[in-house]
């Protein structure tokens, strides 16, 4: 959605966000549409935006392959200037249209903020390396030697 900031640069006032978007799914594959609240407030001729970014991650579990949904709520926060005259200026967002596509802006927060590793859960078993059993569930039985790797070269070669 791009909203325009006009009147918002030009006077102090508030406007309140609430609105749901679909992402492209190359860049974010498994998401539920976004639901994006909270406001632009207007205040000498700066836009301050809070705004938070909900939505569900369908994953799979790097360790098990089980997927799993995962509930995201990501703040939205920036200063929008429409001239950049302050040398600390890193935190500023220089909108020089008069307007901000939040869509994209929301989707480069998302992706700087979501973790790359995806665990169901944070101490997930994983699979059995020997029978593929998901050992969340319960152990399969198969009995776990440390692999010598003089004895494992060995097998090979009598294999
Ligand atoms: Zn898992
Ligand atoms: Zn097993």
């Known amino acids: ?32 549409p976004i639901h994006v ?12 935006m809070t705004l938070t970014a909900a939505f569900t991650l369908s994953l799979l579990c790097d360790r098990c392959m089980t997927s799993y949904k995962e509930a995201h709520s990501v703040p939205v926060e920036h200063v929008l200037v429409t001239s950049l005259n302050r040398e600390d200026n890193d935190e500023l ?16 927060d998302l ?13 997930c078993k994983g699979l059995c390396a020997q029978c593929g059993k998901n050992l969340n569930e319960g152990d399969c039985g198969c009995k776990k030697k440390p692999v010598d790797p003089r004895l494992e070269a060995l097998r090979k070669l009598l294999d």
């Open 37 to 48: 609240t909270g406001k632009l407030q207007g205040k000498s001729s700066i836009v301050y």
């Open 111 to 123: 992706l700087l903020t979501l973790p790359m590793k995806h665990l169901c859960r944070e101490d």
């Open 93 to 108: 967002i220089l909108v020089e249209s008069q307007e901000i596509d939040l869509d994209e802006l929301v989707m480069s």
């Open 1 to 32: 959605m791009v909203v325009g900031l006009k009147t918002l640069f030009a006077e102090d006032g508030v406007r309140h966000v609430d609105y749901t978007f679909t992402p492209d799914e190359a860049l974010l594959a498994g998401c539920s």
